[in-house]
């Protein structure tokens, strides 16, 4: 069965720092992918989407690469900020497909 | 102006009882979602409606039923409420015109079932 991980549940950095997270998958051949930032109690708001025929995305200070060799994605946030601290997700989708499927998020804490 | 808004934000009930989260979204997207989020926050898609119409039904028990009566409305009932229903429901919205579409989240419900 599929399945997507995200490796690492909690990351915790200094401010200034780039926080790296990665998204691997299996049993899965995915046309997008997608990052959501969350913060607690509210909902997941949307980040960056790449192609599976982009290597790489960027976005001021957050950028993505996908790997689908690899089967991975990475995503980082260069320059950290204590407002940088949430969850983040990443996302699959097959090509004609709705059905977005989640990891369980990182929770990323940038200490000041 | 909220784009995705969801009531009530908190619920809390018994056993055994029947409720209905409800969802609105106002950016005009043809496409409407219910997640459920559980204790560990993994986000898990349930039903998804494209024009009123049901494309998506994942394996959720039958007495979750959701409900479009437009393209901007889609309500979630649900009875006989058990305890492992307890979590936090988000609704969520998108284009249709593209399954490449970003999906805009509501504030989610909180549910509690005692």
């Known amino acids: 069965s599929q399945k997507i991980e995200q490796n690492s549940e909690a990351l915790n950095i200094q401010e200034g720092k780039t926080a790296t997270l990665t998204c691997n998958y299996t049993n899965y051949s995915p046309a997008y992918l997608q990052w959501y930032r969350q913060d607690p109690g509210r909902g997941p708001v949307f980040l960056l989407l790449?192609?599976?025929?982009?290597k790489e995305k960027r976005k001021e200070r957050l950028k993505v690469t996908f790997d689908t060799t690899l089967k991975q994605s990475l995503f980082h946030i260069t320059a950290s900020q204590p407002a940088d601290s949430a969850t983040y997700l990443c996302a699959l989708s097959r090509s004609n497909d709705y059905k977005l499927s989640f990891g369980a998020g990182t929770t990323v804490t940038v200490r000041a | 102006d909220t784009a995705v808004s969801q009531t009530p934000k908190y619920l809390v009930t018994q056993m055994g009882n029947d409720k209905s989260i409800k969802c609105e979204q106002n950016?005009?997207?043809?496409?409407m979602y219910w997640y459920k989020q559980d204790s560990k926050k993994f986000l898990k898609i349930m039903f998804s409606?494209?024009?009123?119409?049901?494309?998506i039904n994942e394996t959720v028990p039958n007495r979750f039923s959701p409900k479009s009566p437009d393209k901007a409305h889609l309500n979630l009932h649900i009875n006989s409420l058990e305890l492992g229903d307890s979590a936090v429901y988000f609704c969520a919205s998108s284009h249709a015109s593209g399954t490449a579409s970003r999906q805009f989240f509501g504030p989610g419900t909180r549910l509690t079932v005692l």
């Open positions: 409606y494209n024009n009123k119409e049901l494309i």
């Open positions: 950016l005009g997207h043809d496409t």
């Open positions: 790449i192609r599976e025929n982009e």
